[in-house]
């Protein structure tokens, strides 16, 4: 293992003279870690604790014609079922403390369950092992109804209904479309000119974030009428606001802590637990603890959802890549979460990292009758990515061209239009693949080499937006009736336009909202603003390479209505002359080949670390597990 | 049997914070009466080193030593709102709202210390190591404890700060996909190296080379950590996991670590990381958040390589043996793609 940090790179736009900012100083908790002193939720055991465990549905969808409890209530240990009818507010949808979607998911499942693992009861006993025998008791009768698990067949008109909320099995974007659309150029037009056409489908299977601390919650009532709930969110407030719209109650009741978690990687977002958790509490009175065994985690738990892309490229004979399409199914399972709003960041990356000129995508949040899928660390981009970069070597393949080479002829570049309709800045890509290649003994040619990030640009069509095809197909429900396919501008019958535009009329980010009196002393903060090399069209003092024989270079202009946008290959830079003075050395490309790497990472501090005072908590004592470190209180 | 090795590419970008806005985060900072400072918050420390990177900040930004500033995050009777700790925000977020509660207490700090010094606050300056002295004249100073101590029982006076920050909500536009989503994004070229088995179809990732471009690495340590760990859950991703191994079908789904195959310590890989800084114009001090966008450029990189050494695609994950041997069994037999094209004697 190591790492270099390349200081030579961008450190005209850093300044490296700051005290605590890029030490490698000691974690502040890390004592307590190693130590196993750190209190996690699992470690507050109230006295007179309860568990809390779930009846769970064992069909992949069914109709639940009644349930018998009784023998589980009679059960020893047994202190209180909890039924649906006993959650205040028994329907909610994650995002709707940003606005974002219906509520579509109940707490406790009512009448029909839409996926195995389905909770349709809770027992609370005096010990977890009572509260899983009084589980095994309580007899479900249900009536098994048809379901569906693949996500295209779930967009068939037979499919059955998954999630009632959403009758067509895909989330409703807009009130309009039963997907999100991104349309930038016109990539039909494009791929009728390529040389090339290149397609793949990809697909990504479910995974498990697999925390060593399971997700849980242990909630006691408090003082004041009000509930403390320790718990492992990852987001605290988050977990906070839904348990007061499900339980219904001013959140000022709400007593939430938090903050050491045992690994979360997205799948402790979903803020189940802690409602759970606060409802027992009321209902009993007493301290609840609900937790998820490891199998729950697996299976129940929400894990990163299967996601199948399908990418088409239109590829020009030297490595230009000037149009690809998209169509995306993320797999949501029985109810939404948060795939609604992974599907628009999906959107929103597309076309990754490059700078294509046509590019068109229709991408679904779909319902199927499996466990919810939620976040997991790179929510929404790694599938994605995946398809990208796969078919990117794909494409390098069918022109010959060595695939790294093909990433940085196509990168995006500070200045240049992305496909949401925003400048890209602040780029490094091209550097990341010369430095990768460079350090690997990976050859590429002194041309690509000599690309870089700041240069090259938002010049001509570029910067601007080209005039865009739309389509109005796949209306919230036309599937259903028609079974249109799901690719972008299928089944369309009329296409729209919008005319181009440039990056002016849409500024790169708002500004924000903070009061004026948040002031911050920019001077303080680490940058080197005198440099202006990062403006659009900036051209560097010592020549480019210019570009590949064999690239046709297309008109700088952007021609409404004549056709794709076609970008140059390697962009040329404006003639030298153009530069009244040459800029200083530090706006210069990156050298040919870059230079060697810089003094190696700041080596950490020479003299180890020391505590202030000899560390006393942690050390073993005798009759104590090392392992318990709760606090105890009544 | 024959080990083919294989070599694959990838490159990503990563978008930091949650997409589209609208995630507001805010912070606290006050002083002890002997003169240290506490930043109280509600962001959640995964592991991930929140509590070690915002007290980087806050010291930084207060001008003090680290040693000098302690982090109390996490109960929402005392800390103020934070969104979460998920979408890569936490560092770029909470970050921005530590540096301005932090301004706003060095602001009160540094007139507290001027009047004691009977100077112009404009004219002072942090040494970092708990002094505050005139710019350009260090005798003349005052330690960070004592105009502590007189702006609480001499002046009247608190040295505290409020901070939030907030990226505006963007709409999406029906239509056409326009949106404003996150302005700052991350970086990274990965390369791996592995052998496959054409007798079995194990693959075996023998080499990891990567530059991450992190905007600025706030602290090293806690980058390399997330950097390495990343990229082991990309392998463990790209080659081994999965809750429904036979995806659409639920059936063998695993439930414990015995079913859920995840590489083990005999499995991990050298690693050589470069890190480029490029520091992001509306980030803490440049940083960007590596921690998502680690493991994303391992798993297309995995799947390139399979395909460089035996010349079989896999497009779908996990990359398990059984794929890799129908792949072979297709082909009638590894194809082994050779070296990169500029190569001396590479393919074609």
Redesign the interface.
């Known amino acids: 293992m190591a790492v270099e940090f390349r200081k030579d790179l961008f450190a005209d736009e850093r300044d490296d003279d700051l005290n605590e900012i890029g030490q490698p100083i000691i974690r502040q908790d890390i004592l307590g870690h190693v130590t196993g002193r750190s209190p996690f939720y699992d470690d507050h055991l109230y006295d007179g604790l309860l568990f809390m465990r779930c009846v769970r549905s064992p069909h992949h969808h069914a109709r639940i014609r009644s349930v018998d409890a009784a023998a589980a209530e009679r059960m020893p240990g047994v202190i209180r079922l909890i039924r649906p009818q006993d959650v205040p507010v028994n329907l909610n949808t994650l995002l709707s403390l940003i606005s974002f979607g219906r509520d579509d998911e109940p707490l406790l499942a009512e009448h029909r369950v839409a996926y195995k693992g389905e909770p349709v009861m809770a027992i609370i006993a005096t010990s977890d092992r009572a509260a899983l025998d009084a589980v095994a008791r309580v007899r479900v009768d249900y009536e098994e109804l048809p379901h569906v698990l693949d996500v295209e067949d779930a967009l068939k008109p037979e499919a059955p209904v998954v999630n009632e909320t959403y009758p067509n099995n895909t989330f409703d974007y807009h009130d309009r479309y039963d997907h999100q659309k991104l349309r930038f150029g016109d990539v039909e037009a494009a791929f009728a000119q390529a040389d090339h056409i290149v397609e793949g489908e990809y697909q990504m299977s479910p995974i498990e974030q697999a925390p060593i601390e399971t997700c849980g919650a242990i909630a006691a009532p408090e003082t004041n009428d009000r509930y403390v709930c320790h718990t492992s969110t990852q987001a605290l407030f988050f977990s906070l606001g839904t348990t007061a719209k499900l339980l219904d109650m001013p959140s000022s009741r709400l007593h939430f802590i938090g903050g050491t978690v045992g690994g979360g990687f997205g799948g402790k977002v979903d803020s189940h637990h802690e409602p759970m958790a606060v409802l027992g509490a009321m209902l009993t009175g007493k301290p609840v603890k609900y937790m998820w065994d490891r199998a729950e985690e697996m299976q129940v738990g929400a894990p990163r959802g299967g996601e199948r892309w399908r990418l088409k490229d239109g590829v020009m004979r030297d490595g230009r890549i000037i149009a690809r399409a998209f169509t995306g199914f993320f797999d949501a399972g029985a109810y939404t979460r948060l795939s609604s709003y992974a599907v628009q960041k999906a959107t929103g990356h597309l076309p990754g990292p490059y700078m294509i000129p046509n590019v068109a995508s229709n991408v679904y949040c779909v319902y199927t009758n499996r466990t919810p899928s939620t976040a997991m660390r790179g929510f929404g981009i790694t599938a994605v990515d995946f398809a990208i970069e796969c078919h990117m070597d794909k494409a390098a393949e069918t022109v010959g061209m060595d695939p790294i080479e093909l990433r940085i002829l196509n990168a995006y570049r500070d200045g240049d239009m992305k496909a949401h309709r925003r400048a890209a800045k602040n780029c490094a890509l091209i550097e990341s693949c010369q430095v990768v290649a460079q350090k690997s003994g990976w050859p590429l040619s002194a041309e690509a080499m000599a690309q870089s990030s700041l240069f090259g640009g938002g010049i001509g069509e570029r910067g601007v937006i080209p005039e865009t095809v739309t389509d109005q197909a796949g209306q919230i429900g036309e599937r259903k009736r028609s079974g249109l396919a799901p690719e972008p501008f299928a089944g369309a019958t009329a296409r729209g336009h919008v005319p181009a535009g440039t990056a002016t009329d849409h500024p790169a980010t708002g500004n924000a909202p903070q009061r004026e009196d948040m002031e911050i002393e920019a001077e303080r903060l680490g940058f080197k603003v005198t440099r202006g090399a990062s403006a659009p069209g900036q051209t560097p003092a010592s020549p480019m390479p210019q570009p590949q024989p064999a690239a046709t270079v297309a008109p700088a202009a952007p021609r409404p209505g004549a056709g794709p946008a076609m970008p140059p290959a390697y962009t040329a830079p404006a003639p030298a002359s153009q530069q009244p003075v040459a800029p200083p050395a530090s706006t210069r490309p990156q050298p040919t080949p870059p230079t060697p790497p810089a003094a190696p990472a700041p080596a950490p501090a020479a003299e180890p670390y020391k505590p202030e005072q000899p560390f006393q908590r942690g050390v073993k004592r005798p009759g104590v597990s090392r392992f318990i470190s709760g606090s105890r209180r009544r | 049997m024959t080990l083919h090795p294989g070599?694959?590419?990838?490159?990503?970008?990563?978008?930091i914070g949650m997409?589209?806005g609208?995630?507001p985060s805010q912070a606290l900072v006050h002083s002890t009466p002997d003169g240290k400072f506490m930043v109280t918050l509600?962001?959640?420390?995964?592991?991930q080193?929140m509590?070690?990177v915002t007290?980087?900040?806050a010291?930084?930004?207060l001008?003090i030593?680290?040693?000098d500033v302690?982090?109390d995050?996490?109960?929402?009777?005392t800390?103020p709102?934070?969104?979460?700790?998920?979408?890569s925000r936490g560092t770029h977020r909470m970050g921005n709202a530590v540096?301005?509660a932090a301004?706003?207490a060095r602001t009160q700090m540094l007139e507290a210390a001027a009047e004691e010094l009977e100077v112009d606050a404009a004219d002072l300056v942090t040494d970092?190591k708990g002094n505050i002295h005139v710019r350009g004249a260090p005798s003349r100073s005052i330690t960070v404890a004592d105009t502590a101590v007189a702006a609480q029982f001499k002046q009247g006076r608190t040295l505290a700060g409020?901070?939030?920050?907030?990226?505006?909500?963007?709409d999406?536009d029906?239509?056409?996909?326009?949106?404003?989503?996150?302005?700052?994004?991350a970086?990274?070229?990965?390369?791996i190296d592995l052998t496959v088995d054409d007798e079995t179809g194990v693959v075996e990732v023998t080499n990891i080379?990567?530059?991450?471009?992190v905007?600025?690495?706030?602290?090293?340590?806690?980058v390399?950590q997330q950097?390495?760990g990343?990229a082991w859950?990309g392998i463990s991703?790209a080659l081994y996991?999965?809750?429904?191994?036979n995806?659409?079908?639920?059936s063998h789904?695993?439930?414990?670590?015995n079913t859920?195959l995840?590489p083990g310590p005999g499995e991990i890989v050298?690693?050589?990381?470069?890190?480029?800084?490029?520091?992001?114009?509306?980030a803490?001090?440049?940083?960007k958040g590596p921690?998502?966008?680690c493991?994303?450029?391992v798993?297309?990189?995995v799947?390139?390589a399979v395909?460089n050494a035996v010349g079989v695609?896999c497009?779908?994950?996990?990359i398990t043996p059984e794929k890799i041997l129908r792949g072979l069994k297709a082909n009638g037999g590894a194809r082994p793609q050779g070296q990169?094209?500029?190569?001396p004697g590479g393919r074609?």
């Open positions: 070599r694959g590419f990838a490159a990503i970008n990563y978008p997409n589209l609208g995630d509600s962001a959640i420390d995964l592991g080193g509590k070690s007290r980087q900040i010291a930084e930004a001008g030593p680290i040693s302690y982090v995050t996490a109960d929402s009777d800390g709102h934070d969104m979460g700790s998920f979408a540096i301005r301004t706003e970092g409020r901070g939030i920050f907030l990226v505006p909500l963007s999406v029906a239509e056409t996909g326009e949106m404003t989503p996150v302005s700052c994004f970086h990274a070229a990965l390369i080379n990567s530059a991450y471009e905007g600025r690495a706030l602290n090293p340590k806690l390399e950097l390495i990343g859950m991703h996991e999965t809750t429904e191994p995806y659409p079908d639920r789904g695993p439930e414990d670590f859920y995840m050298p690693h050589h990381i470069s890190i480029l800084e490029r520091p992001a114009p509306d803490p001090y440049g940083g921690g998502e966008m493991a994303n450029p798993l297309p990189a799947a390139n395909y695609r497009d779908s994950l996990p990169p094209l500029n190569t074609r």
